[in-house]
């Protein structure tokens, strides 16, 4: 089962405030969220999940960009989740409409879509590890 992605609903609620009107859309992720092909990774990502019975997905917004936060600012899976709960940029960046003030997902999740994905095993330490061009790569 593909995961239900969210879309801009552009509704309004009558006692949230919408995420880009709150916050300066000129901010550095605010750019990259509007600059990413969020469809493209949709689509790539998507593929790798069937038609089994379980529970749905998570959106791929929220995990691809929960993984670039992660990566980009090189933060633990715990520290990118408590980040995402109180700072809006990183809300609006992963597809949040209104501001969440809880994680709408289990943090384990995290690992497991990572794990999913194949991401997972290109970075682990003993890959960024720099190697000389004269000797050969070591073998684990």
């Known amino acids: 089962m593909r995961p239900r992605e969210r879309r801009d609903s552009g509704r309004q609620d009558l006692f949230r405030a919408r995420l880009d009107q709150i916050i300066d ?12 092909d969020w469809r493209f990774l949709e689509a790539k990502f998507g593929a790798v ?14 995990m691809a960009g929960l993984a670039i936060l992660k990566h980009t600012f090189n933060l633990s899976d715990e520290v990118v989740c408590d ?18 003030h809880t994680l709408p997902l289990d943090r384990s999740s995290i690992t497991r879509w990572r794990n999913r994905m194949g991401v997972a095993s290109s970075l682990t ?10 000797r050969p790569t070591p073998s684990f």
């Open 25 to 36: 859309l000129n901010h550095a992720l605010a750019k990259l969220a509007r600059a990413i």
């Open 49 to 62: 999940y069937t038609d089994k019975p379980g529970r749905p997905p998570l959106p791929t917004r929220l």
């Open 83 to 100: 980040r995402w709960v109180e700072n809006p940029y990183y809300q609006y960046f992963c597809g949040e409409e209104f501001f969440r």
């Open 125 to 134: 330490p003993r890959c960024s590890r720099r190697t000389s061009p004269s």
